[in-house]
């Protein structure tokens, strides 16, 4: 747990699939998710129990919420309520501000449990990476 101010460069990333690497501060009921994506890079479709809110600092994303996908550059806002389904793809190198309330406890560890292995996902038609 952190608190005051945070040198993001003294933080352990993760790396939950390639080209994605991310760092988590957090206090008591919010984490920020500093993100940087590799041009590229697939964030699969997932869905886990926290809220999600982020703002894209730099770059485009092909971002898709629900049933609504678009592309998006910085400075674009969006909220994702917990267990919506979400994907993104860098579309050139990106960077990523997420805030996740409650906590993500897998970020917390340092580890992914929600976001599927990339030898799990195919991206074949219909097919939502979920198992």
């Known amino acids: 747990m952190h608190s005051g101010f945070i040198d993001l460069a003294s933080l352990t990333p993760i790396s939950p699939v390639p080209g994605c690497r991310l760092r988590t501060p957090y206090g008591e009921n919010l984490m920020l998710s500093y993100l940087e994506m590799d041009d590229g890079a697939e964030v699969p479709l997932h869905h886990h129990p926290h ?3 982020g703002i894209l600092l730099k770059g485009r994303l092909q971002l898709t919420i629900g049933d ?4 998006v550059e910085a400075g674009s806002l969006f909220l994702i309520p917990p267990n919506v389904p979400h994907r993104a793809v860098a579309v ?38 979920l198992r």
């Open 68 to 71: 609504e996908t678009r592309t």
């Open 51 to 53: 809220e999600q809110g």
């Open 92 to 129: 050139g190198p990106a960077v990523v501000l997420d805030v996740f309330s409650p906590v993500r406890e897998d970020y917390a560890e340092l580890t992914n449990r929600y976001i599927p292995p990339a030898s799990r996902w195919t991206g074949a038609a219909g097919d939502d990476g």
